[in-house]
């Protein structure tokens, strides 16, 4: 015997008999044991310790005030953030160190971007080459590379006058630096969409290798360009092996030769160097591409 839609509809009221209703407990995976979550809770303690102590002791040590004889105990005090603007050679460091990391961002992303979606699209044969040589320098300590790279250093001091003897050519030494880090984030963003199709797709309407490069590809790997630009931020913001030994004044320079005058001053800067590096990472998990689609979809989901 067949049904009518209208006894179809009427053997369920709350969509019908056709669209069946899902078990209870469905969708949702099997609970793991409770020996595996507590494993869980222990591994994320103890993370969450290592990297957060750290940075409470430094606040901690940060705004101590005067000592209290009777309590024993420190007064607190945001005298040490205060003084930070006292000191006109941390003022200048801190600038020089933000305008290293400006241009070493600009010309890393000038020099990889192009090459990585030029290798992909037209010499995929080379990539292997590209990824060799952008990770070349974490095997290369950076010591080595400052004894090869001082005479040239002390020739551009010599022959260029100011502009030789800037701190801001550092930027070419931080642009291989960060390489490595930059070269992984935004490979992991190519390799996640086809390049080649898309740059055919550009090119086949009229567009130039610029436009369809700046236009359309690089749109499509907004996330790693942003990664690669936080990565090459925190690397030269806290490089100073390099900046010490060429006798450059960048921010950790003059933070240690500030820890032995005022080590509360020179704890406050390297903290807010940090929290700096966090509000960068908040940034990215943002304003990079899906943020919103993955808070809509958190939101859409059934608790």
């Known amino acids: 015997m067949s049904l009518t839609p209208a006894q179809l509809g ?72 205060a003084n930070i603007f006292t000191y006109p050679n941390l003022i200048d460091g801190i600038m020089t160190s933000l305008e290293i990391a400006v241009l070493t961002v600009f010309g890393m992303l000038l020099l990889l971007v192009p090459t990585m979606v030029w290798t992909v699209v037209r010499v995929p044969r080379m990539r292997r080459v590209v990824e060799f040589l952008c990770l070349l320098p974490l095997a290369i300590p950076a010591i080595v590379i400052v004894v090869g790279i001082a005479p040239v250093y002390q020739w551009m001091g010599q022959n260029l006058g100011a ?15 960060v390489l490595p880090y930059s070269y992984r984030a935004i490979d992991s963003s190519l390799r996640s969409i086809d390049t080649a199709t898309l740059s055919d797709a550009a090119r086949s309407l009229g567009a130039g290798w610029p436009r369809t490069i700046f236009e359309v590809i690089v749109p499509n790997i907004r996330g790693g ?30 933070i240690y030769l500030l820890g032995k005058r005022d080590p509360f001053v020179s704890v406050a800067v390297s903290l807010l160097a940090l929290l700096f590096a966090f509000a960068l990472l908040f940034v990215i998990s943002r304003f990079a591409p899906g943020a919103d689609h993955r808070a809509q979809r958190a939101a859409e989901e059934p608790a």
């Open 10 to 81: 009427a053997a369920e009221p709350h969509g019908g008999a056709l669209v069946a209703k899902r078990p209870k407990g469905a969708g949702k995976g099997l609970q793991p044991p409770l020996s595996q979550r507590a494993a869980r809770v222990v591994v994320l303690v103890l993370v969450l310790g290592y990297l957060i102590l750290p940075l409470l002791a430094m606040l901690e040590f940060s705004t101590r005030g005067d000592y209290d004889r009777a309590t024993k105990t420190f007064a607190r005090s945001l005298q040490s953030y």
């Open 225 to 254: 360009i942003l990664s690669a630009s936080v990565l090459a931020i925190a690397l030269v913001l806290g490089e100073y092996t390099i900046s010490s030994l060429l006798s450059f004044n960048t921010v950790q320079v003059v």
């Open 163 to 177: 502009v030789g003897g800037s701190a801001l050519t550092l930027t070419f030494i931080d642009i291989i630096l």
